[in-house]
């Protein structure tokens, strides 16, 4: 049975990091793995991805570079660290595994992951 389960979200005031992190199990092989966010009211949207042996890392622009995502394939986990948080970035992040499997490849789509996480609340006071 494939799970992801997001932990590390809750409160942190603007200009501070936080880190999320992914436990991923359940998958034969290894996958590109991503993180999205939901703002409220709002659709989801992509942050981050990392290609499945962890050459390949991708950003939204919105991120403007102060995420950081990487994967620890022995302990089965992604990271998403977040740097310099801004009252925008607040909203609920999920953790999500590509539906298909093909080396060093980038999807950025939400369609393009077959899995997801249940999400974790992330708040930026300002």
């Known amino acids: 049975q494939v799970q992801l389960v997001e932990s590390g979200g809750g409160w942190v005031q603007a200009g501070n990091s936080i880190t999320l992190s992914c436990a991923v199990s359940?998958?034969?092989?290894?996958?590109?793995m991503g993180w999205f966010r939901q703002a409220p009211g709002k659709e989801r949207e992509f942050a981050a991805v990392?290609?499945?042996?962890?050459?390949?890392?991708t950003y939204a622009d919105w991120t403007e570079g102060r995420f950081i995502i990487s994967r620890d394939d022995a302990k089965k986990t992604i990271a998403l660290q977040m740097n310099n948080l801004k009252p925008d970035d607040t909203g609920t992040y999920y953790c999500?595994?590509?539906?298909?499997?093909?080396?060093?490849?980038?999807?950025?789509?939400?369609?393009?992951?077959?899995?997801w996480g249940q999400g974790i609340q992330v708040t930026v006071s300002s």
């Open positions: 999500a595994a590509s539906g298909l499997v093909l080396p060093e490849t980038i999807f950025t789509r939400r369609n393009e992951f077959g899995s």
């Open positions: 359940g998958f034969s092989t290894s996958r590109a």
């Open positions: 990392i290609s499945r042996n962890g050459g390949h890392t």
